[in-house]
């Protein structure tokens, strides 16, 4: 099945993932994970979204993990899916305290 973005959707162990390219980059955190390199791995975890204390919506990372232990929240990007929506959310996540900042693997 594709998504609105034409990727196709991959199930991997049970886990659903958006894309191809996301489901890569899960099989290198996973690596990483075994070898002792990061630990905590999360699938899709969850961010309320406020804005001067109120729930204005939500969003939903590729990964989280713990690395040098610093928190890492991921999100698998292309041109096509850095949406103007996606950018907003960053940037709301990122005025956060401690800030939630998100790396992207393009």
């Not at 890569?24 to 804005?51: A, F, Q, S, T």
């Not at 204005?56 to 698998?76: C, L, M, P, Q, S």
């Not at 990007?77 to 393009?106: C, F, G, H, Q, W």
Request: hydrophobic fraction near 35%; charge should be positive.
């Amino acid at each position: 099945m594709r998504n609105k973005f034409n990727a196709i959707k991959q199930i991997y162990k049970g886990l659903k993932f958006d894309s191809k390219k996301e489901l890569n980059r899960y099989l290198e955190l996973e690596k990483l994970y075994k070898l002792g390199i990061i630990k905590d791995l999360e699938l899709h975890p969850k961010y309320d979204l406020m804005v001067n204390g109120v729930k204005i919506g939500r969003y939903t990372a590729d990964f989280k993990y713990i690395h040098n232990n610093e928190t890492v929240v991921e999100d698998v990007k292309s041109k096509i899916t850095k949406t103007r929506d996606y950018i907003l959310r960053k940037k709301i996540l990122a005025t956060y305290n401690p800030p939630v900042l998100i790396k992207e693997i393009i």
